[in-house]
């Protein structure tokens, strides 16, 4: 079999458990939420994100394939004319509920993927996470191999600070939980955040609003269409200026 290699961005700086515990404490914030604590969050905000039609479009170019019926007039138009229809507050909140699956699932238990309940090596974790904060815009790990990071922290255990709950783990579990934030805090970084959103919405948009011009033998029988009216750009449709 071939030998996995460890992405470059899960390298584990720290070494020695009290590296591990300092770097562990560098790398997440502590947050409050309704005078609850998380100790292990993450920030998943969210900003300046591309809903365009053209973006939209090209997202899912890259995802099918660039396939010729995408470059239909007649499909084109049709697009046109969901986009002009479709809620954007609904688009929003289905590629935010999509992209939080791979933590919290939406019926609120497990997840829907199981990313981010594995290592990089496939090793599984029992980890169980949280979005909280006013808005969702923190990711906080609750649970991880039976330890709470919560307010159940404070509650059912006989520790009171991170690094004190960090420094008596068992080391296998300290170094599993080191490297499962370091996972997360690349998967999780800005531009990979708006990335997997602008995809989701780009999916949900194609996919399910769309759904019923997804017959591509009806627009690929159409090719004689593809702009023989040098009037009639892909920009012009998009933008409703044709």
């Known amino acids: ?29 502590q947050r409050s939420y309704h005078y609850d604590p998380y100790w292990l969050c ?4 969210l900003y300046s994100l591309d809903f365009s039609l053209p973006n939209l479009l090209r997202l899912w170019r890259e995802y099918e394939g660039d396939y010729p019926y995408t470059h239909n007039t007649d499909w084109l138009h049709g697009i046109k004319d969901k986009y002009d229809g479709v809620n954007k507050d609904h688009l929003w909140e289905w590629a935010v509920e999509d992209t939080r699956s791979s933590f919290v699932s939406r019926s609120g238990e497990g997840q829907d993927d199981d990313m981010y309940n594995h290592l990089w ?15 969702g815009g923190w990711l906080a790990i609750t649970q991880f191999n039976g330890r709470y990071f919560d307010r159940r922290m404070e509650n059912e255990q006989y520790t009171y600070s991170l690094e004190e709950q960090l420094s008596i783990m068992d080391w296998k579990d300290l170094k599993k939980l080191y490297q499962l934030i370091l996972m997360i805090r690349h998967g999780t970084r ?22 019923d011009l997804t017959d591509t033998d009806r627009y690929n029988d159409r090719q004689l269409r593809l702009f023989d009216d040098q009037q009639e750009t892909e920009e012009a449709i998009l933008a409703g200026l044709e």
């Open 42 to 45: 993450f920030n998943v905000k």
């Open 190 to 211: 800005e531009d990979a955040r708006k990335s997997e959103v602008e995809w989701q919405a780009a999916f949900n948009f194609f996919a399910n609003v769309c759904s």
């Open 1 to 29: 079999m071939p030998r996995i290699v460890k992405p470059q961005a899960y390298q584990m700086r720290a070494r020695s458990r009290e590296g591990i515990v300092n770097d562990i404490i560098l790398l997440t914030d």
């Open 121 to 135: 090596d496939g090793t599984k974790v029992d980890v169980d996470y949280a979005f909280v904060g006013r808005c």
